[in-house]
């Protein structure tokens, strides 16, 4: 069988070209796998690496609520209450857009996206709790022309990140790497060698060095595996 190493070496780093690190989700007891899968997926697809979330006391998190695919890619940050989980993207700089009804809510259409963002979504029930829109920054509406009043939480939050997406994309903000070197590394590591990965956090010893093609290439490292 060919080496398959250095092509997946190259899609990952087109991957991390596209990253946008300065874009993320914050999901407030969203707790519905399907729509935890749909909406984690459509993150990765607009280049979004890590979401948040808050799930409800009787729903504990766990990987299998967002799609086996994506969840490689994406990381879900579970926090422990919505005022903490606030409180860190707060410390990004990052404007806070809430989905929901309200006198001053704006056509989504009208937001800069290319400044750094977090879109907040709500339940699949009752949508953002009051707590949630008086944390945000503005409150953002999918104008409906129906008799619905409401699209699902992973379908509203698919065309709002599409927006983003768009806008950024004529903004020349994809295609050049925004994440730190440590962490490109690490994501090429775990993927490329995920049983060497393994083998170093079970006998807590160093990951290996890696080559410019992706492949293993340490000899102190050779040493100290002989050592184990």
Same mark, same amino acid.
């Given at each position: 069988?060919?080496?398959?190493?250095?092509?997946?070496?190259?899609? +990952?780093?087109?991957?991390?070209?596209?990253?946008?690190?300065?874009?993320?989700?914050?999901?407030?007891?969203?707790?519905?796998?399907?729509?935890? %899968?749909?909406?984690?997926?459509?993150?990765?697809?607009?280049?979004?690496?890590?979401?948040?979330?808050?799930?409800?006391?009787?729903?504990?998190?766990?990987?299998?609520?967002?799609?086996?695919?994506?969840?490689?890619?994406?990381?879900?940050?579970?926090?422990?209450?919505?005022?903490?989980?606030?409180?860190?993207?707060?410390?990004?700089? %990052?404007?806070?857009?809430?989905?929901?009804?309200?006198?001053?809510?704006?056509?989504?259409?009208?937001?800069?996206?290319?400044?750094?963002?977090?879109?907040?979504?709500?339940?699949?029930?009752?949508?953002?709790?009051?707590?949630?829109?008086?944390?945000?920054?503005?409150?953002?509406? +999918?104008?409906?022309?129906?008799?619905?009043?409401?699209?699902?939480?992973?379908?509203?939050?698919?065309? +709002?990140?599409?927006?983003?997406?768009?806008?950024?994309?004529?903004?020349?903000?994809?295609?050049?790497?925004?994440?730190?070197?440590?962490?490109?590394?690490?994501?090429?590591?775990?993927?490329?060698?995920?049983?060497?990965?393994?083998?170093?956090?079970?006998?807590?010893?160093?990951?290996?060095?890696?080559?410019?093609?992706?492949? +293993?290439?340490?000899?102190?490292?050779?040493?100290?595996?002989?050592?184990?």
């Amino acid at each position: 069988m060919l080496d398959q190493k250095p092509e997946r070496l190259q899609k +990952i780093l087109q991957m991390v070209a596209n990253r946008q690190p300065d874009l993320t989700v914050f999901m407030e007891q969203v707790h519905k796998p399907h729509n935890l %899968a749909a909406i984690v997926r459509t993150a990765d697809a607009v280049g979004i690496g890590e979401v948040h979330a808050t799930f409800p006391k009787d729903v504990r998190y766990r990987g299998h609520h967002t799609s086996s695919g994506s969840k490689r890619w994406v990381k879900t940050h579970a926090h422990d209450s919505l005022e903490q989980g606030m409180e860190y993207i707060r410390g990004k700089d %990052a404007q806070i857009l809430s989905a929901h009804f309200s006198d001053d809510a704006v056509d989504f259409r009208s937001i800069d996206y290319t400044k750094p963002t977090c879109l907040l979504v709500g339940s699949e029930l009752v949508g953002v709790s009051d707590k949630a829109a008086d944390l945000a920054d503005k409150h953002i509406i +999918i104008p409906m022309m129906g008799m619905v009043q409401s699209l699902n939480v992973s379908v509203a939050t698919a065309l +709002i990140l599409y927006e983003a997406q768009r806008q950024r994309v004529e903004a020349g903000m994809y295609g050049e790497c925004k994440i730190a070197q440590e962490e490109v590394d690490l994501l090429i590591f775990k993927t490329l060698h995920p049983t060497v990965k393994n083998y170093c956090d079970k006998h807590k010893i160093r990951y290996p060095k890696l080559n410019d093609m992706g492949e +293993i290439e340490d000899p102190d490292w050779d040493l100290l595996r002989k050592l184990v």
